[in-house]
Protein backbone atom coordinates (compact mmCIF):
# COMPACT_ATOMS: atom_id res chain seq x y z
CA UNK A 1 0.00 0.00 0.00
CA UNK A 2 1.46 3.01 -1.04
CA UNK A 3 1.90 5.68 1.59
CA UNK A 4 -0.12 8.62 0.41
CA UNK A 5 -3.00 5.87 -0.28
CA UNK A 6 -2.52 4.69 3.35
CA UNK A 7 -2.61 8.37 4.81
CA UNK A 8 -5.31 9.33 2.55
CA UNK A 9 -3.76 11.96 0.11
CA UNK A 10 -5.40 11.94 -2.64
CA UNK A 11 -9.12 12.66 -3.79
CA UNK A 12 -12.01 10.17 -2.79
CA UNK A 13 -13.66 9.28 -6.57
CA UNK A 14 -16.89 9.23 -3.96
CA UNK A 15 -18.36 10.95 -0.65
CA UNK A 16 -17.72 14.46 0.72
CA UNK A 17 -14.77 15.17 -2.14
CA UNK A 18 -16.77 13.51 -4.75
CA UNK A 19 -19.70 16.31 -4.31
CA UNK A 20 -21.97 14.01 -2.85
CA UNK A 21 -24.25 14.75 0.00
CA UNK A 22 -24.62 13.21 3.19
CA UNK A 23 -24.68 9.93 4.08
CA UNK A 24 -28.12 8.25 3.67
CA UNK A 25 -29.45 4.90 4.29
CA UNK A 26 -29.86 4.02 0.79
CA UNK A 27 -29.31 6.10 -1.84
CA UNK A 28 -31.90 8.67 -3.48
CA UNK A 29 -33.27 6.72 -6.64
CA UNK A 30 -32.94 9.24 -9.73
CA UNK A 31 -34.18 8.66 -13.76
CA UNK A 32 -35.83 9.65 -16.52
CA UNK A 33 -37.94 6.36 -17.33
CA UNK A 34 -39.81 5.69 -14.04
CA UNK A 35 -39.77 5.61 -10.26
CA UNK A 36 -42.03 3.84 -7.35
CA UNK A 37 -41.63 3.12 -4.06
CA UNK A 38 -43.84 1.67 -1.71
CA UNK A 39 -43.78 -0.04 2.21
CA UNK A 40 -42.89 -3.62 0.43
CA UNK A 41 -40.13 -4.31 -1.73
CA UNK A 42 -42.67 -6.89 -3.73
CA UNK A 43 -45.26 -3.87 -3.74
CA UNK A 44 -42.38 -1.92 -5.42
CA UNK A 45 -41.44 -4.58 -7.86
CA UNK A 46 -45.06 -5.59 -9.31
CA UNK A 47 -45.10 -1.39 -10.00
CA UNK A 48 -41.84 -1.00 -11.57
CA UNK A 49 -42.63 -4.67 -13.53
CA UNK A 50 -46.00 -2.49 -14.80
CA UNK A 51 -43.98 0.26 -16.06
CA UNK A 52 -41.22 -2.15 -18.04
CA UNK A 53 -44.10 -4.03 -19.45
CA UNK A 54 -45.45 -0.11 -21.32
CA UNK A 55 -48.19 0.90 -18.67
CA UNK A 56 -48.87 4.17 -17.02
CA UNK A 57 -48.25 5.17 -13.70
CA UNK A 58 -51.82 4.82 -13.06
CA UNK A 59 -51.37 1.05 -14.00
CA UNK A 60 -48.65 0.60 -11.43
CA UNK A 61 -50.27 1.89 -8.91
CA UNK A 62 -53.41 -0.64 -9.52
CA UNK A 63 -50.36 -3.49 -9.45
CA UNK A 64 -49.20 -2.35 -6.39
CA UNK A 65 -52.31 -1.66 -4.25
CA UNK A 66 -53.31 -5.14 -5.20
CA UNK A 67 -49.89 -6.67 -4.14
CA UNK A 68 -49.67 -4.99 -1.03
CA UNK A 69 -53.14 -6.27 0.23
CA UNK A 70 -50.96 -9.90 -0.25
CA UNK A 71 -47.68 -9.48 1.44
CA UNK A 72 -49.12 -6.78 4.18
CA UNK A 73 -52.13 -8.73 5.43
CA UNK A 74 -51.20 -7.52 8.63
CA UNK A 75 -51.80 -3.74 7.24
CA UNK A 76 -54.48 -3.75 4.81
CA UNK A 77 -56.62 -6.26 2.70
CA UNK A 78 -59.04 -7.06 0.02
CA UNK A 79 -61.92 -5.46 2.05
CA UNK A 80 -60.54 -2.27 3.01
CA UNK A 81 -60.48 1.57 1.67
CA UNK A 82 -57.98 4.01 -0.08
CA UNK A 83 -57.44 7.27 -0.87
CA UNK A 84 -55.80 8.59 -4.38
CA UNK A 85 -54.40 11.69 -5.37
CA UNK A 86 -52.86 11.91 -8.71
CA UNK A 87 -51.53 14.89 -11.23
CA UNK A 88 -52.51 13.66 -14.88
CA UNK A 89 -50.22 14.69 -17.18
CA UNK A 90 -52.62 14.49 -20.13
CA UNK A 91 -55.20 17.08 -19.20
CA UNK A 92 -52.66 18.75 -16.74
CA UNK A 93 -55.46 18.24 -13.90
CA UNK A 94 -54.83 16.96 -10.20
CA UNK A 95 -57.91 15.06 -8.66
CA UNK A 96 -58.58 12.94 -5.37
CA UNK A 97 -59.91 9.82 -6.10
CA UNK A 98 -62.04 8.37 -2.74
CA UNK A 99 -61.99 5.00 -2.37
CA UNK A 100 -63.34 4.97 1.51
CA UNK A 101 -67.05 3.40 1.63
CA UNK A 102 -69.49 4.42 4.09
CA UNK A 103 -71.53 3.51 6.92
CA UNK A 104 -74.34 0.84 5.90
CA UNK A 105 -77.74 2.10 5.78
CA UNK A 106 -78.90 0.49 9.22
CA UNK A 107 -75.52 1.77 11.46
CA UNK A 108 -77.24 4.48 13.69
CA UNK A 109 -76.51 5.81 16.34
CA UNK A 110 -80.45 4.67 18.00
CA UNK A 111 -79.23 1.02 16.89
CA UNK A 112 -76.07 1.14 18.73
CA UNK A 113 -77.62 2.34 21.93
CA UNK A 114 -80.04 -0.82 21.61
CA UNK A 115 -76.91 -3.36 21.54
CA UNK A 116 -75.50 -0.96 25.03
CA UNK A 117 -72.40 0.24 23.10
CA UNK A 118 -71.95 4.12 23.57
CA UNK A 119 -68.45 3.32 21.21
CA UNK A 120 -68.13 1.67 18.10
CA UNK A 121 -66.45 -1.85 18.61
CA UNK A 122 -62.96 -1.70 17.19
CA UNK A 123 -63.01 -4.88 15.70
CA UNK A 124 -65.68 -7.56 14.25
CA UNK A 125 -68.60 -6.64 12.43
CA UNK A 126 -70.35 -3.61 13.31
CA UNK A 127 -66.95 -1.01 12.53
CA UNK A 128 -67.37 -2.44 8.62
CA UNK A 129 -67.94 0.16 6.53
CA UNK A 130 -68.53 -0.44 2.46
CA UNK A 131 -64.99 -1.60 0.77
CA UNK A 132 -63.85 1.04 -1.03
CA UNK A 133 -60.61 -0.04 -2.43
CA UNK A 134 -61.73 -2.69 -5.08
CA UNK A 135 -63.99 0.31 -7.01
CA UNK A 136 -61.20 2.88 -6.33
CA UNK A 137 -58.69 0.75 -8.08
CA UNK A 138 -61.23 -0.43 -10.81
CA UNK A 139 -61.89 3.26 -11.46
CA UNK A 140 -58.42 4.61 -11.60
CA UNK A 141 -57.90 1.87 -13.80
CA UNK A 142 -60.41 2.50 -15.97
CA UNK A 143 -60.25 6.06 -16.36
CA UNK A 144 -56.22 6.97 -16.75
CA UNK A 145 -54.87 3.35 -17.02
CA UNK A 146 -53.80 1.41 -20.21
CA UNK A 147 -53.84 -2.55 -19.29
CA UNK A 148 -56.13 -4.98 -18.37
CA UNK A 149 -56.95 -6.69 -15.17
CA UNK A 150 -54.67 -9.50 -15.63
CA UNK A 151 -51.97 -7.70 -15.92
CA UNK A 152 -52.55 -5.28 -12.80
CA UNK A 153 -53.08 -8.31 -10.84
CA UNK A 154 -50.64 -10.87 -11.62
CA UNK A 155 -48.06 -10.17 -9.95
CA UNK A 156 -50.80 -10.34 -6.37
CA UNK A 157 -52.00 -13.54 -7.62
CA UNK A 158 -48.91 -14.83 -7.97
CA UNK A 159 -47.51 -14.14 -4.07
CA UNK A 160 -51.14 -15.37 -2.78
CA UNK A 161 -51.03 -18.69 -4.85
CA UNK A 162 -47.21 -19.04 -4.37
CA UNK A 163 -46.26 -17.46 -1.45
CA UNK A 164 -44.46 -14.48 -0.25
CA UNK A 165 -41.84 -14.34 2.92
CA UNK A 166 -43.59 -13.93 6.56
CA UNK A 167 -41.80 -11.02 7.81
CA UNK A 168 -41.58 -10.69 11.48
CA UNK A 169 -44.33 -8.02 11.67
CA UNK A 170 -46.66 -10.06 10.32
CA UNK A 171 -45.95 -13.64 12.45
CA UNK A 172 -45.85 -11.24 15.39
CA UNK A 173 -49.41 -10.10 14.59
CA UNK A 174 -50.75 -13.43 14.03
CA UNK A 175 -49.39 -14.77 16.93
CA UNK A 176 -51.06 -11.49 18.97
CA UNK A 177 -54.85 -12.71 17.61
CA UNK A 178 -54.15 -16.67 17.52
CA UNK A 179 -56.02 -17.29 20.26
CA UNK A 180 -59.20 -15.13 18.87
CA UNK A 181 -58.65 -16.86 15.45
CA UNK A 182 -58.54 -19.94 17.27
CA UNK A 183 -61.65 -19.36 19.64
CA UNK A 184 -64.00 -17.26 18.14
CA UNK A 185 -62.83 -16.62 14.39
CA UNK A 186 -62.10 -20.27 12.98
CA UNK A 187 -62.42 -18.87 8.89
CA UNK A 188 -59.22 -16.97 10.01
CA UNK A 189 -57.98 -19.75 11.43
CA UNK A 190 -57.99 -21.80 8.74
CA UNK A 191 -56.37 -19.26 6.36
CA UNK A 192 -53.44 -17.92 9.05
CA UNK A 193 -53.36 -20.70 11.32
CA UNK A 194 -53.58 -23.70 9.02
CA UNK A 195 -49.94 -25.64 10.11
CA UNK A 196 -49.52 -23.33 13.06
CA UNK A 197 -48.72 -19.49 14.02
CA UNK A 198 -46.26 -18.83 10.66
CA UNK A 199 -42.71 -18.56 11.46
CA UNK A 200 -40.66 -15.67 9.97
CA UNK A 201 -38.65 -16.47 6.93
CA UNK A 202 -40.92 -18.90 5.71
CA UNK A 203 -43.40 -18.69 2.52
CA UNK A 204 -46.97 -18.07 3.07
CA UNK A 205 -49.64 -18.66 0.73
CA UNK A 206 -53.20 -17.59 0.72
CA UNK A 207 -54.67 -19.61 -1.71
CA UNK A 208 -58.71 -18.69 -1.02
CA UNK A 209 -57.74 -14.67 -2.18
CA UNK A 210 -55.47 -16.11 -5.11
CA UNK A 211 -58.52 -17.90 -6.01
CA UNK A 212 -60.80 -14.58 -5.70
CA UNK A 213 -58.51 -12.49 -7.57
CA UNK A 214 -58.39 -14.72 -10.05
CA UNK A 215 -62.10 -14.85 -10.72
CA UNK A 216 -62.03 -11.22 -10.96
CA UNK A 217 -59.42 -11.54 -13.77
CA UNK A 218 -62.47 -14.53 -15.52
CA UNK A 219 -65.18 -12.16 -14.91
CA UNK A 220 -62.90 -8.96 -17.08
CA UNK A 221 -61.75 -12.26 -19.29
CA UNK A 222 -65.21 -13.25 -20.10
CA UNK A 223 -66.84 -9.72 -20.49
CA UNK A 224 -67.64 -8.04 -23.77
CA UNK A 225 -67.18 -5.11 -25.21
CA UNK A 226 -64.52 -3.03 -24.89
CA UNK A 227 -61.26 -2.75 -21.91
CA UNK A 228 -63.92 -0.43 -20.02
CA UNK A 229 -67.14 -2.17 -19.46
CA UNK A 230 -64.96 -5.63 -18.62
CA UNK A 231 -63.35 -3.63 -15.66
CA UNK A 232 -66.97 -1.88 -14.83
CA UNK A 233 -68.12 -5.87 -15.28
CA UNK A 234 -65.61 -7.05 -12.67
CA UNK A 235 -66.67 -4.25 -10.46
CA UNK A 236 -70.27 -5.10 -10.40
CA UNK A 237 -68.62 -8.62 -9.49
CA UNK A 238 -67.88 -7.24 -6.19
CA UNK A 239 -70.52 -4.54 -5.38
CA UNK A 240 -73.38 -6.27 -6.70
CA UNK A 241 -72.37 -10.71 -7.38
CA UNK A 242 -70.54 -12.74 -5.51
CA UNK A 243 -68.87 -11.30 -3.26
CA UNK A 244 -71.02 -9.03 -2.12
CA UNK A 245 -73.53 -11.76 -1.71
CA UNK A 246 -70.84 -13.92 0.67
CA UNK A 247 -70.31 -10.59 2.60
CA UNK A 248 -73.85 -10.12 3.42
CA UNK A 249 -74.55 -14.12 4.05
CA UNK A 250 -71.47 -14.23 6.42
CA UNK A 251 -71.95 -11.22 8.61
CA UNK A 252 -75.45 -12.35 9.66
CA UNK A 253 -74.08 -14.93 12.63
CA UNK A 254 -72.31 -12.83 15.33
CA UNK A 255 -68.89 -12.78 15.72
CA UNK A 256 -66.95 -11.93 18.98
CA UNK A 257 -65.31 -8.10 18.78
CA UNK A 258 -63.70 -5.42 20.90
CA UNK A 259 -66.72 -4.93 23.16
CA UNK A 260 -65.96 -8.50 24.68
CA UNK A 261 -69.40 -9.65 23.19
CA UNK A 262 -70.28 -11.34 19.64
CA UNK A 263 -71.81 -9.22 17.52
CA UNK A 264 -73.49 -9.41 13.60
CA UNK A 265 -73.06 -6.52 11.10
CA UNK A 266 -74.99 -4.28 9.70
CA UNK A 267 -73.52 -4.38 6.51
CA UNK A 268 -75.45 -6.00 3.60
CA UNK A 269 -75.46 -6.41 0.02
CA UNK A 270 -77.49 -3.61 -1.06
CA UNK A 271 -74.88 -1.30 0.97
CA UNK A 272 -72.51 -2.76 -2.21
CA UNK A 273 -74.94 -2.07 -4.53
CA UNK A 274 -75.32 1.47 -3.67
CA UNK A 275 -71.92 2.68 -3.35
CA UNK A 276 -69.57 4.24 -5.88
CA UNK A 277 -66.20 6.14 -5.64
CA UNK A 278 -66.14 9.52 -6.47
CA UNK A 279 -63.75 12.30 -7.69
CA UNK A 280 -63.13 15.36 -6.14
CA UNK A 281 -60.93 19.06 -6.67
CA UNK A 282 -58.34 18.63 -4.08
CA UNK A 283 -57.85 21.65 -1.14
CA UNK A 284 -54.55 23.42 -1.60
CA UNK A 285 -52.60 26.04 0.22
CA UNK A 286 -48.98 27.78 -1.19
CA UNK A 287 -46.19 27.28 0.98
CA UNK A 288 -43.67 29.63 -0.40
CA UNK A 289 -42.60 27.99 -3.94
CA UNK A 290 -45.05 24.94 -2.93
CA UNK A 291 -48.48 24.60 -3.82
CA UNK A 292 -49.51 21.19 -1.29
CA UNK A 293 -52.97 19.32 -2.28
CA UNK A 294 -54.58 17.21 -0.06
CA UNK A 295 -57.80 15.76 -0.07
CA UNK A 296 -60.99 17.10 1.73
CA UNK A 297 -62.10 16.47 5.27
CA UNK A 298 -63.88 13.51 4.65
CA UNK A 299 -60.12 12.68 5.96
CA UNK A 300 -57.47 14.14 8.06
CA UNK A 301 -55.36 15.39 4.97
CA UNK A 302 -56.21 19.10 5.90
CA UNK A 303 -54.72 18.97 8.97
CA UNK A 304 -51.48 19.02 7.34
CA UNK A 305 -52.57 22.26 5.40
CA UNK A 306 -53.62 24.05 8.71
CA UNK A 307 -50.21 23.00 10.11
CA UNK A 308 -48.50 24.60 7.26
CA UNK A 309 -50.13 27.54 7.61
CA UNK A 310 -49.55 27.90 11.39
CA UNK A 311 -45.86 27.68 10.90
CA UNK A 312 -45.31 30.33 7.95
CA UNK A 313 -45.08 32.89 11.07
CA UNK A 314 -42.00 31.32 12.10
CA UNK A 315 -38.61 30.69 10.65
CA UNK A 316 -38.34 27.30 10.79
CA UNK A 317 -34.96 27.32 8.33
CA UNK A 318 -32.51 29.41 11.19
CA UNK A 319 -33.87 26.20 13.37
CA UNK A 320 -31.90 23.02 13.47
CA UNK A 321 -34.04 20.46 11.77
CA UNK A 322 -33.27 18.11 14.84
CA UNK A 323 -33.05 20.90 17.55
CA UNK A 324 -35.25 21.50 20.66
CA UNK A 325 -36.58 24.63 18.84
CA UNK A 326 -37.56 23.37 15.85
CA UNK A 327 -39.27 20.28 17.38
CA UNK A 328 -41.10 22.52 19.85
CA UNK A 329 -42.51 25.20 16.99
CA UNK A 330 -43.95 21.93 15.20
CA UNK A 331 -45.25 19.95 17.45
CA UNK A 332 -47.02 22.92 19.55
CA UNK A 333 -48.61 24.31 15.56
CA UNK A 334 -49.77 19.86 15.59
CA UNK A 335 -51.56 20.05 18.72
CA UNK A 336 -53.67 23.23 17.46
CA UNK A 337 -53.94 21.69 14.24
CA UNK A 338 -55.10 18.62 15.28
CA UNK A 339 -57.85 19.86 17.87
CA UNK A 340 -59.55 21.67 15.03
CA UNK A 341 -59.33 18.57 13.28
CA UNK A 342 -61.49 17.06 16.46
CA UNK A 343 -63.86 20.00 16.33
CA UNK A 344 -64.32 20.43 12.79
CA UNK A 345 -63.62 17.66 10.28
CA UNK A 346 -66.54 15.46 8.63
CA UNK A 347 -67.92 14.22 5.85
CA UNK A 348 -68.85 17.63 3.45
CA UNK A 349 -71.91 15.83 2.08
CA UNK A 350 -72.98 15.56 5.43
CA UNK A 351 -71.48 18.29 7.30
CA UNK A 352 -70.33 21.89 6.81
CA UNK A 353 -66.75 22.33 7.37
CA UNK A 354 -65.57 25.84 7.53
CA UNK A 355 -62.21 25.14 5.58
CA UNK A 356 -61.74 28.19 3.85
CA UNK A 357 -61.81 30.18 7.45
CA UNK A 358 -59.48 27.53 9.04
CA UNK A 359 -57.00 27.94 6.42
CA UNK A 360 -57.35 31.89 6.46
CA UNK A 361 -54.23 33.85 7.57
CA UNK A 362 -56.47 35.84 9.97
CA UNK A 363 -57.76 33.02 11.64
CA UNK A 364 -54.51 31.29 11.36
CA UNK A 365 -52.28 34.07 13.12
CA UNK A 366 -54.66 33.92 15.96
CA UNK A 367 -54.04 30.41 16.36
CA UNK A 368 -50.58 31.08 15.79
CA UNK A 369 -50.12 33.53 19.19
CA UNK A 370 -50.72 30.62 21.24
CA UNK A 371 -47.72 29.23 20.63
CA UNK A 372 -44.81 29.93 23.20
CA UNK A 373 -42.25 28.60 24.65
CA UNK A 374 -43.71 26.09 26.34
CA UNK A 375 -45.27 23.56 26.16
CA UNK A 376 -49.44 22.75 26.24
CA UNK A 377 -51.06 20.02 27.86
CA UNK A 378 -54.71 21.75 27.07
CA UNK A 379 -56.42 20.48 24.32
CA UNK A 380 -57.48 24.02 22.26
CA UNK A 381 -59.60 24.00 19.37
CA UNK A 382 -60.50 27.19 17.61
CA UNK A 383 -63.83 28.90 17.83
CA UNK A 384 -65.47 29.92 14.49
CA UNK A 385 -69.41 31.62 15.41
CA UNK A 386 -71.98 28.82 13.88
CA UNK A 387 -69.84 26.24 14.33
CA UNK A 388 -69.23 25.84 18.19
CA UNK A 389 -69.84 22.46 20.08
CA UNK A 390 -68.85 19.88 22.58
CA UNK A 391 -65.76 18.28 21.25
CA UNK A 392 -65.30 14.37 22.92
CA UNK A 393 -61.81 14.40 24.59
CA UNK A 394 -61.16 11.02 26.94
CA UNK A 395 -57.89 10.59 28.20
CA UNK A 396 -55.81 7.51 29.01
CA UNK A 397 -53.83 4.74 27.86
CA UNK A 398 -54.11 2.34 25.37
CA UNK A 399 -56.43 -0.53 25.27
CA UNK A 400 -54.12 -3.47 25.89
CA UNK A 401 -57.13 -6.07 26.57
CA UNK A 402 -58.56 -4.57 23.32
CA UNK A 403 -55.30 -5.87 20.77
CA UNK A 404 -55.75 -9.40 21.79
CA UNK A 405 -59.84 -8.61 20.17
CA UNK A 406 -58.04 -7.18 16.99
CA UNK A 407 -58.68 -3.40 18.10
CA UNK A 408 -57.60 -0.33 16.39
CA UNK A 409 -55.54 0.50 13.54
CA UNK A 410 -51.72 -1.15 14.00
CA UNK A 411 -50.30 2.77 14.20
CA UNK A 412 -46.75 2.76 15.29
CA UNK A 413 -44.19 0.38 16.79
CA UNK A 414 -42.97 1.53 20.41
CA UNK A 415 -40.24 -0.86 20.37
CA UNK A 416 -37.02 0.33 22.36
CA UNK A 417 -34.41 -1.35 21.50
CA UNK A 418 -34.98 -4.28 18.51
CA UNK A 419 -36.97 -2.20 16.17
CA UNK A 420 -38.85 -5.47 16.52
CA UNK A 421 -43.21 -4.88 17.36
CA UNK A 422 -42.85 -5.36 21.27
CA UNK A 423 -45.73 -7.86 22.69
CA UNK A 424 -46.66 -6.92 26.23
CA UNK A 425 -47.92 -9.70 28.83
CA UNK A 426 -51.27 -9.35 26.44
CA UNK A 427 -50.04 -9.74 23.34
CA UNK A 428 -50.75 -6.20 21.61
CA UNK A 429 -48.93 -5.79 18.71
CA UNK A 430 -48.32 -2.57 16.62
CA UNK A 431 -47.78 -1.66 13.20
CA UNK A 432 -48.62 0.60 10.34
CA UNK A 433 -51.11 0.70 6.96
CA UNK A 434 -49.46 1.14 3.60
CA UNK A 435 -48.41 3.38 1.24
CA UNK A 436 -47.29 3.75 -2.53
CA UNK A 437 -45.71 6.69 -4.99
CA UNK A 438 -45.18 6.70 -8.73
CA UNK A 439 -44.21 9.01 -11.53
CA UNK A 440 -43.80 7.28 -15.22
CA UNK A 441 -42.15 9.15 -18.02
CA UNK A 442 -44.91 10.63 -19.23
CA UNK A 443 -44.76 12.85 -16.20
CA UNK A 444 -48.43 11.06 -14.03
CA UNK A 445 -47.57 11.10 -10.49
CA UNK A 446 -49.98 8.91 -7.97
CA UNK A 447 -50.13 8.61 -4.51
CA UNK A 448 -52.42 6.11 -2.75
CA UNK A 449 -52.61 4.91 1.43
CA UNK A 450 -54.52 1.63 1.46
CA UNK A 451 -55.60 0.46 4.41
CA UNK A 452 -57.94 -1.79 6.07
CA UNK A 453 -59.68 -5.22 6.01
CA UNK A 454 -56.63 -6.35 7.94
CA UNK A 455 -56.15 -10.00 8.97
CA UNK A 456 -56.70 -8.56 12.61
CA UNK A 457 -59.61 -6.32 11.93
CA UNK A 458 -62.45 -9.09 11.32
CA UNK A 459 -63.22 -12.74 10.59
CA UNK A 460 -61.88 -14.04 7.07
CA UNK A 461 -65.03 -14.01 4.66
CA UNK A 462 -64.79 -18.13 3.79
CA UNK A 463 -64.22 -18.82 0.46
CA UNK A 464 -62.64 -15.32 -0.52
CA UNK A 465 -59.50 -15.27 1.32
CA UNK A 466 -59.73 -11.52 3.15
CA UNK A 467 -61.76 -9.33 5.71
CA UNK A 468 -63.82 -6.77 5.96
CA UNK A 469 -62.65 -3.12 7.49
CA UNK A 470 -63.55 -1.66 11.53
CA UNK A 471 -63.29 2.27 9.51
CA UNK A 472 -66.81 3.18 11.25
CA UNK A 473 -64.86 3.04 14.96
CA UNK A 474 -64.11 6.37 13.98
CA UNK A 475 -67.71 7.90 14.03
CA UNK A 476 -68.93 9.25 17.44
CA UNK A 477 -72.10 8.00 18.51
CA UNK A 478 -73.41 11.33 19.78
CA UNK A 479 -75.10 13.39 17.60
CA UNK A 480 -74.29 17.14 16.45
CA UNK A 481 -70.66 16.20 15.96
CA UNK A 482 -68.92 16.68 12.41
CA UNK A 483 -67.77 12.78 12.54
CA UNK A 484 -71.13 11.55 14.05
CA UNK A 485 -72.12 8.32 12.60
CA UNK A 486 -75.16 8.86 10.23
CA UNK A 487 -76.53 6.21 7.25
CA UNK A 488 -74.21 6.57 4.25
CA UNK A 489 -71.85 8.88 5.32
CA UNK A 490 -68.06 8.73 5.00
CA UNK A 491 -65.91 8.43 8.20
CA UNK A 492 -63.35 10.97 9.32
CA UNK A 493 -60.75 8.88 8.07
CA UNK A 494 -56.90 9.13 9.00
CA UNK A 495 -55.83 7.86 5.64
CA UNK A 496 -54.07 11.05 3.69
CA UNK A 497 -52.64 11.30 1.08
CA UNK A 498 -50.11 14.40 -0.41
CA UNK A 499 -49.37 16.08 -3.82
CA UNK A 500 -47.14 18.58 -4.07
CA UNK A 501 -46.40 21.44 -6.70
CA UNK A 502 -43.50 23.44 -6.90
CA UNK A 503 -43.52 27.03 -9.31
CA UNK A 504 -46.90 25.30 -10.32
CA UNK A 505 -45.40 22.05 -11.74
CA UNK A 506 -46.06 18.94 -10.46
CA UNK A 507 -43.22 18.03 -8.24
CA UNK A 508 -43.86 15.37 -5.34
CA UNK A 509 -45.81 12.83 -3.69
CA UNK A 510 -45.06 11.65 -0.43
CA UNK A 511 -47.10 9.71 2.52
CA UNK A 512 -46.42 7.26 5.20
CA UNK A 513 -48.73 4.80 7.04
CA UNK A 514 -49.95 5.18 10.77
CA UNK A 515 -52.82 6.34 11.74
CA UNK A 516 -52.85 9.68 13.82
CA UNK A 517 -49.31 10.29 12.94
CA UNK A 518 -49.70 10.32 9.13
CA UNK A 519 -49.53 13.81 9.06
CA UNK A 520 -47.35 14.67 11.39
CA UNK A 521 -44.74 12.52 9.95
CA UNK A 522 -45.35 13.82 6.15
CA UNK A 523 -45.22 17.51 7.79
CA UNK A 524 -42.15 16.94 9.23
CA UNK A 525 -40.72 15.37 6.43
CA UNK A 526 -41.76 18.12 4.06
CA UNK A 527 -40.83 21.24 6.04
CA UNK A 528 -36.57 19.10 6.53
CA UNK A 529 -36.82 18.92 2.84
CA UNK A 530 -38.19 22.38 1.90
CA UNK A 531 -36.46 24.52 4.82
CA UNK A 532 -33.29 22.53 5.23
CA UNK A 533 -32.31 21.25 1.64
CA UNK A 534 -32.61 17.71 2.52
CA UNK A 535 -32.75 15.12 -0.15
CA UNK A 536 -36.10 12.83 -0.14
CA UNK A 537 -33.59 9.73 1.20
CA UNK A 538 -32.05 12.40 3.78
CA UNK A 539 -35.26 13.83 5.07
CA UNK A 540 -37.33 9.91 5.38
CA UNK A 541 -34.19 9.03 7.47
CA UNK A 542 -33.88 11.79 9.85
CA UNK A 543 -34.89 11.76 13.75
CA UNK A 544 -38.51 11.49 13.76
CA UNK A 545 -40.99 12.74 16.38
CA UNK A 546 -44.59 12.93 17.07
CA UNK A 547 -47.72 13.48 19.53
CA UNK A 548 -50.65 11.73 20.71
CA UNK A 549 -52.49 14.46 22.25
CA UNK A 550 -55.16 14.58 20.09
CA UNK A 551 -57.72 12.15 20.89
CA UNK A 552 -56.74 8.86 18.59
CA UNK A 553 -58.93 8.24 15.75
CA UNK A 554 -59.53 4.55 16.92
CA UNK A 555 -61.06 2.59 19.92
CA UNK A 556 -60.85 3.76 22.51
CA UNK A 557 -60.33 6.86 21.34
CA UNK A 558 -57.81 7.94 24.39
CA UNK A 559 -55.98 11.11 24.12
CA UNK A 560 -52.30 11.47 25.64
CA UNK A 561 -51.72 15.22 26.86
CA UNK A 562 -48.60 16.72 26.22
CA UNK A 563 -46.74 13.38 25.13
CA UNK A 564 -44.52 13.62 22.61
CA UNK A 565 -42.65 10.48 21.26
CA UNK A 566 -38.97 10.55 19.74
CA UNK A 567 -36.56 8.25 18.27
CA UNK A 568 -33.47 8.08 20.59
CA UNK A 569 -31.38 9.53 17.83
CA UNK A 570 -32.25 12.73 19.10
CA UNK A 571 -29.48 14.13 21.23
CA UNK A 572 -29.68 13.81 24.81
CA UNK A 573 -29.60 17.84 25.73
CA UNK A 574 -32.48 18.18 22.86
CA UNK A 575 -34.47 15.63 24.70
CA UNK A 576 -33.33 16.98 28.27
CA UNK A 577 -34.58 20.72 26.64
CA UNK A 578 -37.76 19.70 25.83
CA UNK A 579 -38.70 17.71 29.10
CA UNK A 580 -37.35 21.36 30.99
CA UNK A 581 -40.07 23.32 28.39
CA UNK A 582 -43.09 20.48 29.94
CA UNK A 583 -43.22 18.19 27.09
CA UNK A 584 -44.00 14.52 28.33
CA UNK A 585 -41.08 12.53 26.41
CA UNK A 586 -40.96 9.27 25.65
CA UNK A 587 -38.22 7.83 24.05
CA UNK A 588 -38.20 4.76 21.63
CA UNK A 589 -35.80 2.73 19.44
CA UNK A 590 -33.88 5.06 17.07
CA UNK A 591 -35.44 3.55 14.05
CA UNK A 592 -39.01 3.41 14.72
CA UNK A 593 -41.10 6.03 13.87
CA UNK A 594 -42.57 6.51 10.25
CA UNK A 595 -42.85 4.70 7.22
CA UNK A 596 -42.78 7.41 4.74
CA UNK A 597 -41.92 6.86 1.14
CA UNK A 598 -41.73 9.93 -1.41
CA UNK A 599 -40.97 10.96 -5.43
CA UNK A 600 -40.46 14.38 -6.98
CA UNK A 601 -39.68 15.31 -10.25
CA UNK A 602 -37.83 17.85 -11.83
CA UNK A 603 -37.82 18.25 -15.62
CA UNK A 604 -36.64 14.77 -16.93
CA UNK A 605 -35.21 13.61 -13.60
CA UNK A 606 -37.13 11.29 -11.70
CA UNK A 607 -36.60 10.64 -7.97
CA UNK A 608 -37.60 8.38 -5.54
CA UNK A 609 -37.04 7.44 -1.70
CA UNK A 610 -38.27 5.01 0.67
CA UNK A 611 -38.22 4.21 4.53
CA UNK A 612 -35.46 2.05 6.03
CA UNK A 613 -37.18 1.48 9.21
CA UNK A 614 -38.45 -2.06 9.81
CA UNK A 615 -36.01 -2.99 6.25
CA UNK A 616 -38.93 -3.95 4.05
CA UNK A 617 -40.20 -0.24 1.91
CA UNK A 618 -38.01 0.22 -0.78
CA UNK A 619 -37.30 2.67 -4.13
CA UNK A 620 -36.65 1.66 -7.30
CA UNK A 621 -36.52 3.53 -10.82
CA UNK A 622 -34.44 3.91 -13.62
Request: net charge negative.
Amino acid sequence: MSRNLALGNFRLSYGPDAGEGQFTTRPEIAGAFGVVASTHWLGTAAGMRILEKGGNAFDAAVAIGFALQVVEPHLNGFGGEVPVIFHDAKSGRARVLCGQGVAPASATIEKFGELGLDIIPGSGFLAACVPGSFGAWMRLLSDYGTMGLGDVLEAAITYARDGYMMLPRIAAAIRTVAPLFEGEWPTSASVYLKDGIPEAGTLFANPELATTYERMVRVFDDARGSREQKIEAARKAFYEGFVAEAIDKFVRSPVMDTSGERHAGLICAQDLANWKETYEDPLSLNYGDFRILKPGPWTQGPVFLQQLALLKGFDLGAMDPCGADFVHTVTECSKLAFADREKYYGDPDFVNVPMAHLLSEQYSASRRALVDGAASIAFRPGSIPGFDHEVPYLVGGDDEAGAMLGAGEPTVARAVSTGEPTTNRLGSVRGDTVHLDVIDRFGNIVSATPSGGWLQSSPVIPGLGFALGTRAQMFWLKHGLPSSLAPGKRPRTTLSVSLVYREDQPYSSFGTPGGDQQDQWSSVFFLRHVHHGLNLQAAIDAPMFHNDHMPSSFFPRRAKPGSLTMESRFAPDVQQELEHRGHRIEVVDGWSLGRLSAVSRQGKILRAAANPRYMQGYAFGR
